[in-house]
């Protein structure tokens, strides 16, 4: 157990609809980062917060934003779903502050179907 | 821009036998950090080994160890006494050591372990 939590851990729903990903990092880490794992793109970071801000952006569909809350949790809103964004989305955290905090742990992933 | 290159899609090993995966890497930076992720059929992703790049040293973590070469641009994962439970989806990936940046994926390398 990583200690970053994912909800949920599956979802189905249909193309144009609207969806909203959560992810707790482990107690403590500031850094949040939003991954997708496709079959065809692989694994692909979208969107970096630290602390409440964003600090990088990836290859993030302008359909899709997130934001990171004063608790420090993370939500990943993706809307007018099409089909080719059925993928996993993983969270991950990092940095706690001191040297040597940059590894990133995973969350288990949401796994996103849209039919 | 960073690139990681795993050039070995599939591979097998015997139980209890010793298999080394590939790994090289394009960057400009002279500081980063290395990591080998391994991905079961969970799907979980799970650390599997970080070597920082001033680190003349290679890391080792119980059966797994690297072989970091810097001038090469190439950071392989060996793994010993191979056991059922390792066969995973193993990617190799890149961090620019500048604060909590982003990882760069390769595209995997997925091992099986053959009883």
């Known amino acids: 157990d990583s200690g970053v939590t994912q909800t949920p851990k599956h979802l189905i729903t249909a193309t144009g609809q609207r969806v909203t990903l959560r992810c707790s990092p482990r107690s403590g880490d500031l850094s949040v980062y939003w991954y997708q794992q496709s079959l065809d793109q692989g694994l692909q970071f979208l969107i970096q917060y630290y602390n409440g801000e964003e600090r990088a952006k990836g290859n993030i569909l302008e359909r899709f934003s997130a934001q990171q809350f004063p608790d420090l949790h993370s939500e990943l809103n993706l809307s007018s779903l099409e089909l080719g964004d059925s993928a996993l989305y993983f969270c991950?955290?990092?940095?706690?502050?001191?040297?040597?905090?940059?590894?990133?742990?995973f969350g288990p992933g949401t796994r996103l179907s849209v039919l | 821009a960073q690139t990681v290159t795993q050039s070995q899609p599939e591979m097998s090993v015997q139980e209890a036998e010793t298999v080394t995966l590939s790994c090289t890497y394009d960057?400009?930076?002279?500081?980063?950090?290395l990591f080998w992720y391994k991905q079961p059929p969970s799907r979980q992703m799970i650390l599997v080994i970080r070597q920082e790049a001033y680190k003349q040293q290679n890391a080792t973590e119980n059966r797994f160890s690297v072989n970091f070469q810097k001038a090469a641009k190439s950071f392989s994962l060996k793994i010993s006494d191979s056991q059922l439970g390792d066969t995973a989806m193993y990617f190799c990936?890149?961090?620019?050591?500048?604060?909590?940046?982003?990882?760069?994926f390769g595209k995997g390398t997925r091992l099986s372990v053959i009883a």
């Open positions: 960057t400009s930076e002279n500081n980063y950090y």
């Open positions: 990936a890149f961090m620019k050591n500048s604060g909590n940046t982003p990882l760069v």
């Open positions: 991950a955290s990092s940095g706690s502050g001191s040297w040597g905090t940059d590894t990133q742990y």
